[in-house]
């Protein structure tokens, strides 16, 4: 049986909370993947970026619908879902702009075990994880290479 560890990629590219949105696109642009793991400086993962998260910067800023009681304006979306649109849409580092609760793999995960992770929450990568030092990334790709062995 596979494990993480045999197919995953350990030579990472990872970016820290302090590198700005216009250096993270210049990221993506210049590589073949869509997911930037962030760690402090002891190599821990704090968080994680993907493509998608600076594409929806570029999106208009959908104002939710809300109704009025007694006085009182209620939006319907939530409270906190406008503020963490605008959050989103205004932020300038990858530290205001990372998703913080990331889902993560250990090096000695079945492959299987991470296939159905990324399936069941739609992901096309996972950080791979000793502790909470970030190790190598694994992502459909090098699932669907793994079928070859």
């Known amino acids: 049986m596979l494990i993480v560890a045999d197919i995953m990629t350990s030579k990472v590219v990872s970016i820290k909370g302090n590198t700005t949105v216009r250096e993270m696109a210049g990221i993506f642009d210049t590589q073949s993947f869509g997911t930037l793991p962030i760690v402090d400086d002891a190599g821990n993962l704090t968080g994680i970026v993907t493509a998608s998260d600076l594409v929806e910067q570029d999106r208009p800023l959908h104002i939710p619908t809300v109704i009025s009681l007694f006085d009182w304006v209620i939006p319907l979306g939530g409270e906190g879902t406008l503020q963490r649109e605008l959050d989103k849409i205004t932020a300038q580092t990858a530290s205001e702009l990372a998703s913080t609760d990331v889902v993560t793999v250990a090096p ?30 694994v992502s459909r790709i090098d699932i669907i290479r793994s079928m070859n062995r």
Do not use: F, Q, R, W
């Not at 000695?108 to 990334?137: Q, R, T």
């Open 108 to 137: 000695s995960d079945s492959v299987s075990a991470a296939a159905e992770i990324m399936s069941s929450k739609k992901l096309h990568a996972l950080p791979v994880v000793e502790g909470k030092k970030l190790v190598g990334m």
